[in-house]
């Protein structure tokens, strides 16, 4: 199957601070990437979809100017997290579109645990 | 934002004994997965369906798409340690005309999330 992987794993910051995390496709190209946020003991929250080569598309509620998302290739989107602070803390994670399913699936990253201090 | 319901959200069984988690909306979705996710890691596909009515079975597991496509079950025979996790189940939004510049872009909705927790 697809293989995504995210880094770093974990990250621990101080407030006010930026935070990068990356999402890779390994062996397929995905033209969309999603970030989601997820807090403990709740389902996924999509934030924003990240199209390949254009402007990523914002949930409604998400800050685009504190959660910079760049898909600058077909393998790897980035999302940073500007000027953290310690409510941003969050398990993030990203999934890639492979296209080459039948059904489209959204295979997703392993995650990247925040924490703000 | 549609409501995806999944029930019950928490539930905790011994090993060996059977279970059932629902997955329930108002609106109607062209296809629907089921993900399992474990602490600390992202969610992983387990199923996908996309014909109303539609069963399908992976080793002790069977999942069944309503009838109405708006509706989903997730059935576990003999419940074993290695099954505990976060069950999700996703939608995705059907669209009467699907054009070739968003085909594959549709959001997925995901459910409440149902904690299952197996007892050995």
């Known amino acids: 199957g697809a293989v995504v992987s995210q880094h770093p794993s974990r990250v621990i910051c101080k407030s006010g601070t930026s935070v990068k995390i990356e999402c890779r496709s390994l062996?397929?190209?995905?033209?969309?990437m999603f970030w989601y946020r997820q807090f403990p003991k709740q389902s996924l929250m999509l934030m924003a979809t990240s199209n390949e080569g254009s402007k990523a598309t914002y949930e409604q509620g998400v800050e685009k100017d504190k959660f910079l998302i760049n898909h600058a290739s077909l393998t790897l989107s980035t999302l940073t997290v500007t000027s953290a602070h310690p409510e941003d803390s969050s398990f993030y994670i990203c999934?890639?579109?492979?296209?080459?399913?039948?059904?489209?699936?959204?295979?997703f990253g392993p995650g990247t645990r925040l924490t703000v201090l | 934002t549609q409501l995806l319901e999944q029930s019950p959200q928490f539930l905790s069984i011994q090993e060996g004994e059977n279970l059932t988690v629902y997955c329930n909306s108002s609106?109607?979705?062209?296809?629907l997965q089921w993900y399992r996710q474990e602490p600390g890691e992202g969610p992983v596909l387990l199923v996908t369906v996309v014909t109303g009515g539609e069963v399908k079975k992976l080793k002790r597991l069977t999942f069944q798409f309503g009838d109405a496509r708006k509706d989903s079950s997730l059935h576990i025979t003999a419940a074993q340690p290695g099954d505990t996790g976060l069950y999700l189940c996703v939608f995705r939004e059907r669209k009467r005309v699907i054009l070739a510049s968003n085909f594959g872009n549709e959001k997925l909705t995901f459910g409440t999330g149902t904690r299952l927790t197996i007892i050995p």
């Open positions: 609106s109607v979705f062209s296809s």
């Open positions: 999934s890639a579109r492979d296209r080459r399913g039948a059904y489209n699936e959204q295979f």
């Open positions: 062996d397929f190209q995905a033209t969309t």
